[in-house]
């Protein structure tokens, strides 16, 4: 099927970049309410992945991240929000950039701690 190790980097920044969006966020909700919607989608997408890469593949999940994550976290944050403008995409732009932020900054540490050598 593929590597699990990139399985589990997909699902660690799914996990990162809804916590990344709950603390940005401006519910209009109790925070309870707030947290309670963002974990169920959490637990829906991290299995939607998975079953995505069960059956078909590391490279469709790749390629479908985008719709399958990004598109329902901006929704369900979009329709939380208190401002329903250009400010909720800027979030969710923030948060993205964020997460891609801490990928490069790991893969730069692998590669100069000199590990990656046998590869």
């Known amino acids: ?3 699990p ?9 799914t996990v990162l970049g809804v916590i990344l969006m ?5 519910s209009r ?7 309670a919607a ?4 959490l637990i829906i997408l991290l299995g939607a992945e ?10 469709t999940l790749v390629r479908l991240y ?3 994550v990004h598109l329902p976290v901006f929704l369900l944050f979009l329709w939380m929000s208190r401002d329903k403008n250009w400010q909720m995409l800027l979030r969710l ?3 993205v950039f964020f997460c891609t932020l801490i990928n490069q900054c790991g893969i730069l540490c692998y590669v100069l701690s000199g590990k990656n050598s046998g590869c």
């Open 38 to 41: 963002a974990g169920a989608e």
């Open 66 to 68: 985008t719709p399958l």
């Open 22 to 26: 709950l603390l940005m966020a401006d």
């Open 93 to 95: 732009l923030s948060a």
């Open 50 to 59: 998975t079953l995505v890469y069960e059956a078909l593949g590391l490279q």
């Open 29 to 35: 909700f109790s925070v309870r309410k707030t947290v």
């Open 5 to 13: 190790i990139s399985l589990w980097n997909l699902l660690y920044f």
């Open 1 to 3: 099927m593929g590597d």
